[in-house]
Structures are given as structure tokens and as C-alpha cells.
């Protein structure tokens, strides 16, 4: 059984001085309209997030965002900025997007205000701020998740045209692109085809591909 005075202190900013409240307000509510009553407001969220960010790192901030969306129900199929629920905003190229996780495999949207089309600097952009992720394109969304691919045994197979970056080519088939130019990954992937997954690692900027 859901201890909502528990989750209440834990996530909503409410303390024990507030237990008495807490009762009384939640004893005629149903289970939704309970999570509803003790989920910080988005601005909260929002700047509990960005301080994280601050002083201890992104993981610190997505962990925290992960753990409140798991315990208070704020996983989200279709975001955006009607916001029926709370999300994390990022200014992304001086454009307002945002994102929130839409699972517990902690599969992240991320989401324009202005219903801006998916262009390679946003891959890129966000990979430098969420660096624990790989971002992704998948059915016309723009997504990000914490991944992992096999790199043992790979083999070299960098083009000597290559200034800035490194080719491996790595088992199941998949391709990793390192670069420390953006331009010059775009234009490496441009002779694969398959599905990308951009990162960020040690100043260079990742790209995974799986070929098809």
C-alpha cells in the first residue's frame, strides 16, 4: 500500500511538521488525485534540477528526476508543454524544449515548445549536457537513454581523409564515429546508413551507428 505521507516528505518538499496537514487534506482524495496534491510544481522541479546540475553533475540531476517521475507518477508518453504534468525545460540553441522520461527504463522525450524539426546540432547539443545518455531518433521523436555497446575487439578503420576523428568498426555490425568536429562526424556518417546514437565523451562528440 502506497505510503503517500512518506513519498509526500520525501519528494514534495512537505515536512514533518506537516504530517497533521497532510492527513487531513488527503483522507477524502483517490490514489491520482493524492499524487496530484503532493507533486512539487514544475518550478520547484525545475530548480531543484538546475541546482543539482550546478554543484553535483548531471547525473545527480537526472537521478533525481528519474527517481520523483518513478515514485510520483510522472512518466509521460506524449509531453509537451501543455504540461499535464511536470517537465524538466532546457534551453537548447535559445529555443525552449523540454523532456521527461517516459518509463522505468528511464527512456527520456525530449520536446520543443515551438514544434521545431529534428536537426543534427540538437543531437549534438544535447549529448554535451546529458553526457550519461545516448540520443537518439526514433518514430519521428526525439529521444535519450542511458545505453551501452560492446567496444571489445574493435578494429580501426578510420579513412586517411579523417583530420579529427576515428572509425572503429565494432561487433553486431555497428559503427563508432569519435570526432572532436562536429562537421567532420556529419560528414563521415553521411557514406552509412543505419540507425544513429550520438554521445559525448572526453571533449569528443560520438556517434554509434547500427548498420542496416
Known amino acids: 500500500m502506497t505510503d503517500y505521507i512518506d513519498l509526500a516528505l520525501k ?3 512537505f515536512t514533518s511538521l506537516d504530517k497533521v496537514y497532510l492527513e487531513k487534506q488527503l483522507e477524502t ?9 503532493i507533486t512539487p ?38 509531453p509537451s508543454f501543455a504540461e499535464e504534468k511536470p517537465f ?16 522505468e527504463d528511464q527512456v527520456a522525450q525530449v520536446f520543443s515548445e515551438a514544434n521545431e524539426p529534428i536537426y543534427a546540432k540538437i543531437f549534438f547539443d544535447l549529448a554535451e549536457i546529458f553526457p550519461d545518455y545516448k540520443i537518439y531518433q526514433e518514430n519521428n521523436r526525439l529521444k535519450m ?3 551501452t555497446f560492446d567496444e571489445s575487439d574493435r578494429k580501426d578503420v578510420t579513412p586517411a581523409s579523417a583530420l579529427l576523428s576515428q572509425v ?14 562536429q562537421d567532420e562526424l556529419l ?13 559525448f565523451e572526453q571533449r ?8 542496416n
Do not use: C, H
Request: charged share 15%.
Open 88 to 103: 524538466v525545460r532546457l534551453n537548447l540553441s535559445g529555443k525552449s524544449y523540454g523532456f521527461a522520461f517516459e518509463n
Open 168 to 181: 572503429y568498426q565494432l561487433k553486431a555490425n555497428m559503427t563508432k564515429i569519435t570526432s572532436f568536429n
Open 11 to 13: 519528494f514534495g518538499g
Open 29 to 37: 482524495l483517490d490514489d491520482q488525485q493524492k499524487l496530484t496534491f
Open 41 to 78: 510544481p514544475p518550478s520547484v522541479i525545475n530548480a531543484y534540477f538546475a541546482e543539482l546540475y550546478q554543484k553535483q553533475g548531471q547525473t545527480a540531476a537526472t537521478d533525481y528526476y528519474f527517481e520523483i517521475s518513478k515514485a510520483l507518477d510522472l512518466f509521460q508518453q506524449n
Open 187 to 199: 560528414e563521415l556518417l553521411q557514406t552509412y546508413q543505419g540507425k544513429v546514437y550520438y554521445g
Open 204 to 211: 569528443q562528440y560520438i556517434a554509434y551507428i547500427t548498420e
Open 145 to 147: 537513454s542511458p545505453m
